[in-house]
């Protein structure tokens, strides 16, 4: 059988019902869509993960106060308020463990803070100069927190980017500005810039003043609600992570570590686990997803078993000038591929507009990737070599007498 001819009696079947044609080609449709869009906010999320870790700060270890009961958990009180790491214990880490790069610890609490008429709720974080660094915060205006502003004890604030849109109003430059934080008058020194994120943890949404200050006017005690240490390199942070474990050990007077009252979160361990679960949840979507292709499929085999019984004559009568059971089923089995490729072009295409405007009106981070575009087409080549296999099997196996007796 020649291509061409191939073609044309292929676009003459499908033209023929228009309508049962369109609604099989919709099912094909309305599972790639769902699965590129599917696929689309899994890959999206894990995106979406990765980066909100690479912003907590690169090589990064985290020393938390409170007893660790087992892998991943930790006995905390309510808002980080457990009180087992001082500022000693991070100057003890600066002069004694090798391989770190920076250390900013931080003491953080929530309080109201008034402006000129307005006020808002947010957390506060005192810490040191490097922590601008280690998070990899950058200015928007003015300056970070200076370690002298931070020895001199010095009453000054940098505002994240939400908490100076809620106090003075977007596009505004507050620097200069005074607020009002548990009573006491702060001189506003910066603006960082924003970096996304939203909740309880997000960096935009956070006032930072100097670590000292924070101890002495807002929390009263020395203590430290966690430490950062940022290590040299990434193959650095396990001897570093277990130099500090050591050392904090000794200093606490613990002799068995199951019972130590800290524990050191890695970076790498938490971007690893983020890593896996953003994926086993991106297969878990195209697994739910891919359900309306099967059903597609069965849609293109029961269209392709009604039209093979409808063509029995036609069947009976090419087998009868000729034509043989390869060019019957190859027939047949074109029809069956040309309705899935057309339908996966339309549901590719679907699938990335629904991604756009989920992103757009949605506020849902979605990732369109070229593998997801190529694995849509692939499954609809399968579907409609699967689906439509058995129903052009069975048109070629027809015993041309008994087809052309067919009525």
Do not use: C
């Amino acid at each position: 059988m020649i291509f061409i001819d191939l073609l044309q009696e292929t676009q003459a079947a499908i033209t023929m019902n228009k309508v049962r044609s369109g609604l099989t080609i919709l099912g094909i449709v309305i599972g790639i869509g769902s699965v590129v869009a599917m696929v689309s906010i899994g890959q999206g999320a894990a995106k979406s993960i990765q980066s909100n870790i690479e912003s907590m700060g690169s090589n990064l270890l985290t020393v938390m106060p409170g007893a660790q009961r087992n892998i991943g958990t930790q006995i905390r009180s309510a808002g980080g308020s457990a009180q087992s790491l001082t500022q000693e214990d991070a100057e003890a880490i600066i002069e004694e463990v090798s391989l770190i790069k920076a250390i900013a610890p931080y003491v953080s609490k929530s309080y109201q803070i008034t402006a000129k008429g307005t006020n808002t709720n947010t957390r506060i974080l005192g810490t040191n100069e490097a922590y601008a660094d280690i998070k990899s915060i950058e200015m928007e205006s003015g300056v970070f927190i200076s370690q002298q502003q931070n020895e001199n004890y010095s009453k000054v604030a940098v505002l994240g980017s939400t908490v100076r849109d809620d106090l003075f109003g977007e596009e505004t430059d507050p620097t200069g500005e005074k607020i009002r934080i548990n009573g006491i008058i702060f001189t506003i020194i910066g603006v960082t810039k924003s970096k996304g994120g939203t909740g309880f943890n997000s960096e935009d949404d956070m006032v930072y003043v100097p670590l000292y200050t924070a101890q002495r006017f807002l929390t009263g005690n020395k203590y430290l609600s966690s430490i950062y240490v940022q290590a040299q390199d990434q193959e650095s942070m396990t001897l570093v992570e277990e130099e500090i474990t050591n050392l904090l050990l000794v200093r606490h007077d613990i002799t068995d570590s199951a019972s130590a009252d800290f524990s050191i979160m890695n970076q790498a361990d938490l971007a690893e686990t983020a890593s896996s679960s953003a994926s086993t949840f991106t297969m878990l979507l195209g697994a739910i997803a891919g359900i309306s292709l099967i059903v597609g499929g069965i849609g293109i085999m029961n269209m392709m078993l009604t039209t093979v019984t409808e063509r029995t004559r036609e069947i009976g009568l090419r087998k009868a000038i000729g034509a043989k059971n390869r060019d019957i089923s190859l027939q047949f089995l074109a029809e069956a591929i040309t309705l899935t490729l057309i339908g996966g072009v339309i549901g590719t295409a679907l699938g990335w507009v629904i991604s756009i405007l989920m992103t757009k009106f949605g506020d849902i981070t979605t990732s369109v990737s070229t593998a997801s575009v190529l694995l849509a087409f692939g499954v609809s080549a399968a579907i409609g070599i699967g689906f439509g296999y058995y129903p052009a099997r069975r048109a070629a196996s027809l015993n041309p007498i008994e087809a052309l007796r067919y009525e």
